[in-house]
């Protein structure tokens, strides 16, 4: 079973890492025995609301003790950022992988952070789609699986895309993402759906967000080109740009391709 190296598109280049799980609400770093040790060491960005974390850290120390890997560092995401900041002190431990344990959520803001580092970036899936961990064919309910791949899988590259995004007042941010980007129908379900729904419901959390969005029948105005192609207009409900073309229960959105190939799906 191999881990994620992950490549975003462009001129950015980045390997999944896998992460050390922090140890705290306020990221304790508990790797001061390790520091100048030379072993190797792993970092974890957890999403507390996904992950079962007792497991989780009884699995890595396991293989932290087995291997003769340093004591992971643990770092929580909050509902603020996704995992962004969890990310960046994860980056900041300077890890020999970096481990994501938690939905397309928390993947997507670490690999975010990741990208271009050199870092290797592993999952542990814990969401509800878990769409890059499938397109990757790694197991969704097997966490000793996974993590064995984060401390010694071998290493693939994956394809990140870029998005630049300005709001309705005009503030512009760059977005970065792994499995898919989405506006108009797509981005209002994601919106519209809890996390607290998801936990509960799955992926039935977006069937009411969904039909809401359906029934409004909202069209918007798009121009757009693809590579070097001439502008085109056109009005319509959702664009999506794939990475991973499978949602849940091997639902095909888009065409077929791999999140390894270069190309994308839209």
């Excluded at 598109?9 to 390790?34: E, N, V, Y």
């Excluded at 890059?132 to 590259?157: I, K, Y």
């Excluded at 760059?174 to 994601?190: P, Y």
Aim: some cysteine; aromatic content about 4%.
């Amino acid at each position: 079973m191999d881990d994620i190296r992950a490549r975003p598109r462009g001129d950015t280049a980045m390997r999944g890492a896998a992460l050390r799980p922090t140890q705290d609400d306020a990221s304790l770093d508990s790797r001061s025995s390790t520091l100048g040790s030379g072993r190797k060491r792993a970092a974890v960005v957890f999403n507390p609301v996904r992950v079962a974390i007792d497991q989780l850290r009884d699995v890595v120390a396991e293989h932290e003790n087995r291997l003769g890997w340093g004591e992971s560092c643990w770092h929580k995401t909050s509902s603020e950022d996704a995992g962004r900041s969890a990310a960046e002190r994860a980056l900041a431990d300077d890890p020999d992988v970096v481990i994501a344990a938690g939905g397309d959520g928390t993947v997507r803001a670490v690999a975010e952070v990741m990208q271009g580092t050199g870092i290797a970036m592993a999952l542990a899936p814990s969401g509800t789609g878990n769409l890059l961990a499938r397109e990757l064919g790694l197991p969704l309910n097997d966490l000793p699986t996974c993590v064995s791949v984060a401390f010694s899988g071998a290493g693939r590259e994956v394809d990140v895309g870029i998005v630049d995004v300005q709001d309705e007042w005009g503030d512009r941010r760059t977005r970065a993402f792994v499995v898919m980007a989405g506006i108009g129908l797509d981005a209002e379900m994601a919106e519209n759906t809890s996390a607290v729904t998801k936990a509960r419901l799955g992926w039935f959390a977006y069937v009411r967000p969904i039909a809401r969005s359906v029934i409004a029948n909202r069209l918007f105005h798009l121009d757009y080109r693809v590579d070097e192609g001439p502008p085109r207009s056109t009005r319509a409900h959702t664009v999506i740009v794939g990475n991973c073309g499978t949602l849940t229960g091997n639902l095909l959105l888009l065409r077929t391709r791999s999140s390894m190939t270069g190309d994308w799906m839209w």
